[in-house]
T-cell receptor, first 114, second 115 residues
Framework: AQSVTQLGSHVSVSEGALVLLRCNYS??????LFWYVQYPNQGLQLLLK??????LVKGINGFEAEFKKSETSFHLTKPSAHMSDAAEYFC????????????FGKGTLLTVNP | ETGVTQTPRHLVMGMTNKKSLKCEQH?????MYWYKQSAKKPLELMFV???????ENNSVPSRFSPECPNSSHLFLHLHTLQPEDSALYLC??????????????FGSGTQLSVL
């Protein structure tokens, strides 16, 4: 079965600082990878997805993620944090055994301090 | 506006009550999903419907009963729930299979409390 590990359930950064949220997956074949964001009192929305066209994927709101097959990682970064980035971030991986199942990580809560 | 609407936003029910959660998507998608989101745990996929047919049931207890009358509407019927069923229940939809890189569109969820 697939698994997704997000290191750090809570990350705190200062406004303007680099954001780095870590995601590692277990998969014997290259999966499809996603980052979703959940703002307070809302559902999840897609931030970006890995399509195999390029290892560096750009998403909305200045976020990007790099797929590293050798490290089975798909870390999310943003060069300069903004107060509006405060939210919970979820990494997800497609399940090779299912057409419809995504395996999600436990999420990382990002706090941005002024 | 995400295009996926869930009602009610909040629900408090006793263990002997029967209630239903409703989800409607206005995106013309074929697949609809129920997820359970509990604190400190990953999102758990409960059910998937594709063109009104159930394609996934991830060992969900029978006290949760889904219904998909058409591709735009999805219900989750609840009866004799337990306190540990308290969680945020999220509905989602997609145009196709996530296994082909389709993305999910989520509603805002129903926060359920079982007393």
């Amino acid at each position: 079965a697939q698994s997704v590990t997000q290191l750090g359930s809570h990350v705190s950064v200062s406004e303007g600082a680099l954001v780095l949220l870590r995601c590692n997956y277990s998969s014997s074949v290259p999966p499809y990878l996603f980052w979703y964001v959940q703002y307070p009192n809302q559902g999840l929305q897609l931030l970006l997805k890995y399509t195999s066209a390029a290892t560096l994927v750009k998403g909305i709101n200045g976020f990007e993620a790099e797929f590293k097959k050798s490290e089975t990682s798909f870390h999310l970064t943003k060069p300069s944090a903004h107060m509006s980035d405060a939210a919970e971030y979820f990494c997800a991986v497609s399940d090779a055994g299912s057409n419809y199942k995504l395996t999600f990580g436990k999420g990382t809560l990002l706090t941005v301090n002024p | 506006e995400t295009g996926v609407t869930q009602t009610p936003r909040h629900l408090v029910m006793g263990m002997t009550n029967k209630k239903s959660l409703k989800c409607e998507q206005h995106l013309g998608h074929n697949a609809m999903y129920w997820y359970k989101q509990s604190a400190k745990k990953p999102l758990e996929l409960m059910f998937v419907y594709n063109f009104k047919e159930q394609t996934e049931n991830n060992s969900v207890p029978s006290r949760f009963s889904p219904e998909c009358p058409n591709s735009s509407h999805l219900f989750l019927h609840l009866h004799t729930l337990q306190p540990e069923d308290s969680a945020l229940y999220l509905c989602a939809s997609s145009q196709g299979r996530v296994a082909t890189n389709e993305k999910l569109f989520f509603g805002s969820g129903t926060q359920l409390s079982v007393l």
